[in-house]
C-alpha cells in the first residue's frame, strides 16, 4: 500500500478553497445551511469527489452521499463525513475538515487505484449546526430516526423562510430515503477539538471515546411587575429571583462536576423602569454519566423550590426541553485509530465529547468514531478559528489508516 498516500497539502489547499465561498472580513466564514452559498459549496464538493471516482446519492434532506463502489457490492458502506454549513460568525475549519479529510481519503484511493472490499462513502450532512434551523444535526438526526421528516422539512428560521423550501429554491432536494444511512457499516468523523485541551497537552490527536449525557432546560421565574419606583421590600421581582436561581446552577453544576450554560435569556416586560414579571432562560447541562446528570437535575429543581418559597410570590418552573444519552463509541473502531496513531508515532490521548456532532447521532444506530485535532486557544463558531497545516494532516492519516482497515482492501 505505498502508492496509498492522502496528501496533507492537498487537504489544506482544499480549505483554503472552501473557505473562500462564504469568506468574511476577519477570516472566518458565514456558509449557514441552504443558503446559495451552502450550494455553491455542495456544488464543488460533488464535482471533486466525482472526479475521484464517486457517485452522488442525494436523500429527501439534502444529505450528500458520495460512494466509491468496493469490491464486494454486499458488503456495508464505510462512511467518512460531517458538515460544510458555518455558523454567521464561523470559522473555516469547523466541519468542513471531516468532509474535505473524506474526499482526500477518497482522492488518494482513486490515485492510487486502490480497490477496496467495501464501498467507501462521503457523507455531507445537512444543517449540523442548527444556526439558521434549529435544533442542530438536523440531516443526520432525522436518518438515525431521532426527528421525522416532515418535523425537519417544516422547521423554519427567523424569517419563516421553511427546510423543505430552501431546501428546493437551492436545488439540493433529492429522493432517496435518509433512513437508507442506517445501513451504513461504519462511520468516523474527524473534527477540530473545540476546546483547549489537546493543544495544552501538547498532543495532535484526540482518539473519541464518548459522548457526555446532556440534559436541556427551559426555564420560567414567574413574579409581577411593579414600577422601577417602588420600595424594594415586598417586589415580586423575576429578575433577581432568575438571578439567585443561575448562581445557584453554576454552584450546583461544580460540585457535581457537570457543566451547565445559561445560554438565551428573555425577559418581559423588557423596560427600562418596570421590575420584570417573567423571565425565561434555557439551561443546557452535560455530564459523563446519566445518574449523575440526574441527581443535578434533581438539585437544580430543588433549589428552584427553595428559591420560590424564600421570596414571596416567585414561582420558578424548571422544564424538560431535551435530554441526549451519554453515547459511547465503538471499542472496535476507537482499537483502530489507536493502532493507527501508535503505528504513526502521533502524540495522542483518548477522550470525550462534551459537544453533539453528527456521529453523536450515528452512533446510535451505526458503529460510530471520532478523531479530534486540536485548535488554536480552544475556539471556534469563532471567525480567529484556527488549526495548523500538522494537525489536519495528523487527523487526515489516522483517519485514512483506519478507514482502509475497516474496508479492507480487495486481493488479487
Avoid at 458502506?77 to 460544510?84: D, E, M, Q, R, T
Avoid at 443535578?296 to 430543588?302: D, H, N
Amino acid at each position: 500500500m505505498s502508492n496509498f498516500r492522502p496528501s496533507g497539502a492537498r487537504l489544506w489547499d482544499s480549505l483554503m478553497e472552501f473557505a473562500a465561498i462564504g469568506a468574511t472580513a476577519k477570516g472566518g466564514c458565514n456558509r449557514q445551511t441552504l443558503t446559495d452559498l451552502d450550494g455553491q459549496a455542495r456544488a464543488l464538493l460533488q464535482r471533486q469527489a466525482e472526479a475521484a471516482g464517486a457517485t452522488l446519492t442525494l436523500d429527501r434532506l439534502g444529505n450528500m452521499v458520495l460512494t466509491r463502489p468496493g469490491r464486494d457490492p454486499s458488503r456495508k458502506p464505510v462512511a467518512i463525513g460531517s458538515h460544510l454549513d458555518t455558523q454567521p460568525t464561523g470559522g473555516k475549519f469547523d466541519g468542513v475538515l471531516g468532509v474535505l479529510a473524506g474526499l482526500e481519503v477518497l482522492r488518494a484511493l482513486h490515485e492510487a487505484g486502490v480497490e477496496t472490499e467495501a464501498p467507501v462513502t462521503l457523507v455531507n450532512w445537512t444543517n449540523e449546526e442548527g444556526a439558521r434551523f434549529s435544533p442542530p444535526m438536523m440531516g443526520s438526526g432525522a436518518a438515525m430516526g431521532i426527528f421525522t421528516e416532515a418535523e425537519v422539512l417544516a422547521k423554519q428560521d427567523s424569517a419563516g423562510a421553511t427546510f423543505g423550501g430552501e431546501l428546493a429554491r437551492i436545488g439540493w432536494a433529492g429522493s432517496a430515503d435518509p433512513a437508507a444511512l442506517q445501513g451504513l457499516g461504519a462511520y468516523f468523523e474527524l473534527h477540530i477539538e473545540q476546546g483547549p485541551v489537546l493543544e495544552r497537552l501538547g498532543l495532535d490527536l484526540g482518539i473519541v471515546t464518548h459522548a457526555l449525557a446532556q440534559h436541556w432546560f427551559e426555564v420560567t421565574v414567574t413574579g409581577e411587575e411593579a414600577h422601577g419606583g417602588s420600595a424594594m421590600a415586598g417586589r415580586r421581582d423575576a429578575m433577581m429571583s432568575a438571578a439567585e436561581m443561575m448562581t445557584a446552577i453554576e454552584r450546583l453544576a461544580l460540585e457535581a462536576g457537570a457543566r451547565a450554560t445559561v445560554g438565551r435569556v428573555t425577559v418581559h416586560p423588557d423596560s427600562r423602569n418596570v421590575v420584570p414579571g417573567r423571565v425565561w432562560f434555557s439551561l443546557d447541562t452535560r455530564h459523563d454519566h446519566e445518574d449523575d446528570l440526574a441527581k443535578l437535575a434533581a438539585a437544580l429543581r430543588a433549589e428552584a423550590a427553595a428559591i420560590g418559597a424564600r421570596r414571596a410570590g416567585i414561582a420558578i418552573e424548571v422544564a424538560d426541553f431535551w435530554i441526549s444519552p451519554a453515547t459511547p463509541f465503538d471499542a472496535g473502531l476507537v482499537g483502530r485509530l489507536r493502532d493507527s496513531a501508535v503505528a504513526r508515532g502521533i502524540p495522542h490521548q483518548e477522550m470525550p465529547t462534551a459537544i453533539g456532532h453528527d456521529a453523536v447521532y450515528c452512533a446510535r444506530r451505526v458503529p460510530s468514531v471520532m478523531i479530534f485535532v486540536p485548535c488554536h486557544g480552544g475556539i471556534s463558531h469563532n471567525e480567529a478559528e484556527s488549526i495548523t497545516p500538522e494537525w489536519a494532516e495528523a487527523g487526515l492519516l489516522v483517519l485514512a489508516d483506519a478507514v482502509l482497515a475497516t474496508a479492507g482492501v480487495a486481493k488479487g
